[in-house]
């Protein structure tokens, strides 16, 4: 009876605990998110304030400043921006030439370098990807020298998730296409894997786009034209080609190939675009390890500081101030290394914290930063990444993206299964989530790496609450501090990370890929 007063006393001081620890997390969020800081887009006023606070919460909690100017590393980036009134695009067949209307019918994606007219045939070529693992090349045999790539996003359904969306990556794919000749792209989403409807995610479109200013770290070299087709409207590009849309998507949902074929049309653009230059920074903090020789080896915790900053309202809000995505992330790397203090952690590897900017501009942050990493780069053996994992309900499932990827697979099965969590990999492949964080940029350097989401069980009512927030809230001004969150689940969440980059840190061996991971190949020295 005794033991079993004190083992319920101690479980009830543990669940208190971990209800002031989801108080703790959230309340660096209403900091973060908060309306001054005018959603935190990157290079912005905003974004700098952000990111004092965060190297000032890495600061209080011991860490050493591992950046090349104390916490941070500054990153340029030139921006570009389109003057949409004097910008124009069009469809030309047989000499007629019919308007297209910006944000209505396509959106131009405005990149550093496109050219300001464009007048080039276009050629539907199905899912536009070229996996030579799988032997498929979707422009064999076509003539695209000189003409604009039309594609459907997707792929086909025997390929594995995490191989299709590294072919579906934006440099992946342009290496491709531009080894065809082809001088520019037309993407038109599948509307089953579109996270934002088509009417909200055209707001974006005047949005200033960034990369970084850095010719080594440019994907898109010689890319001259690019245009996103509102899936709604693109019947008005497959007029007389002798295929519609609904056979395309059909086609597609069933799995089957899509065929190749001229449009029969011109894309006729003229770009007016606006440059400037910008700067930004990442945020590093560090807890040198305890290990003689292991601390010399870096475990790399990362979330994204920037959000989208101010654009066009929604329901009379302009803010959008990425309370989930991912001031959510950033405040769990807060907590994790308040956790390790309070707890006096001493890993045997070292841990890095790295609060990385331009995630929404394409990664573009961490992807510097596993370039120019401020550690030896040989020596960072993990990436656990945290991007807006969505604490809506309570913690039952843990989807886990890179799961089967590399040994950190079994790591992390090991802290759901300690945590009472089941385990759930990438449900929803089409969406290419494994390339579409920041864990993308470490794996594309060689290092093993894992993204995390809440996970759910088909047909339930988590499944509709997480539909419904990407719905509504991503990327929108509602993705703000007056929404449900469960910060409780979060913390729960918090201590699992934790003690997955402590299994990682106290290994005999660092991670590595297992022998049937494609990713293997980045892997230094891996030949």
Not at 463 to 481: C, F, I, M, Q, T
Request: aromatic content about 8%.
């Amino acid at each position: 009876m005794r033991w079993s007063i004190a083992f319920l006393a101690v479980s009830l001081l543990s669940a208190a605990d971990v209800v002031q620890e989801g108080k703790r997390w959230w309340s660096h969020i209403q900091v973060l998110a908060d309306d001054k800081m005018e959603g935190r887009n990157t290079g912005s006023a905003g974004h700098r304030k952000a990111a004092r606070y965060v190297a000032g919460e890495f600061e209080r909690n011991g860490l050493k400043a591992a950046g090349t100017s104390g916490y941070f590393q500054p990153v340029k980036f030139n921006v570009t921006g389109i003057a949409e009134d004097s910008s124009s695009l069009a469809i030309v067949r047989k000499g007629r030439e019919t308007p297209l209307k910006l944000g209505d019918d396509a959106v131009i994606s405005v990149r550093y370098g496109l050219a300001e007219r464009v007048d080039a045939p276009a050629v539907f070529t199905g899912h536009g990807l070229v996996i030579p693992e799988k032997g498929i090349d979707d422009f064999a045999g076509l003539d695209l020298k000189g003409k604009i790539v039309v594609y459907l996003t997707g792929g086909p359904p025997s390929v594995p998730s995490a191989l299709k969306a590294h072919y579906s990556s934006r440099g992946e794919r342009w290496k491709a296409i531009q080894k065809t000749g082809a001088i520019g792209i037309a993407e038109i989403p599948n509307p089953k894997s579109m996270d934002i409807p088509w009417g909200r995610a055209t707001l974006a479109r005047l949005n200033p786009t960034m990369s970084v200013a850095d010719e080594k770290l440019e994907e898109i070299h010689g890319m001259q034209f690019s245009v996103r087709i509102n899936p709604d409207h693109a019947e008005k590009i497959l007029t007389g080609s002798g295929h519609t849309f609904s056979e395309l998507l059909a086609l597609a949902d069933a799995g089957k190939p899509l065929p190749k074929f001229p449009l029969n049309l011109n894309f006729r653009a003229r770009v007016v675009i606006k440059t400037s230059q910008v700067e930004s920074q990442n945020v590093i903090g560090l807890l040198p390890g305890s290990d003689a020789k292991l601390k010399d080896e870096y475990v790399v915790f990362t979330a994204h500081l920037d959000h989208v900053g101010i654009g066009q309202p929604i329901n009379g809000d302009r803010i959008y101030n990425g309370a989930m995505d991912d001031a959510s992330g950033v405040a769990s790397l807060i907590e994790i290394a308040t956790m390790v203090k309070e707890q006096k952690i001493t890993p045997k590897r070292s841990l890095l914290f790295v609060a990385v900017t331009g995630e929404e501009k394409g990664l573009q942050g961490s992807r510097y930063f596993a370039n120019y990493p401020t550690v030896p780069r040989q020596n960072i053996v993990a990436d656990i990444n945290m991007d807006m994992f969505l604490p809506l309900f309570p913690l039952k499932y843990l989807e886990v993206q890179g799961l089967d990827e590399s040994t950190l697979g079994n790591d992390v099965r090991a802290a759901c299964e300690k945590a009472g969590v089941a385990v759930q990999a990438d449900k929803e492949p089409d969406r290419n989530l494994f390339i579409r964080s920041d864990q993308y940029s470490f794996i594309r350097e060689g290092v093993p790496a894992l993204a995390f989401k809440f996970g759910y069980e088909k047909g339930t009512p988590e499944e509709k609450v997480a539909k419904e927030w990407l719905k509504n809230r991503y990327h929108a001004p509602s993705d703000d501090l007056n929404q449900p969150v469960d910060a409780t689940a979060a913390a729960q969440f918090n201590r699992l990370i934790l003690d997955l980059g402590q299994r990682v840190a106290n290994a005999k061996d660092r991670p590595h890929w297992n022998s049937n991971s494609f990713f293997r190949r980045f892997a230094k020295g891996s030949g």
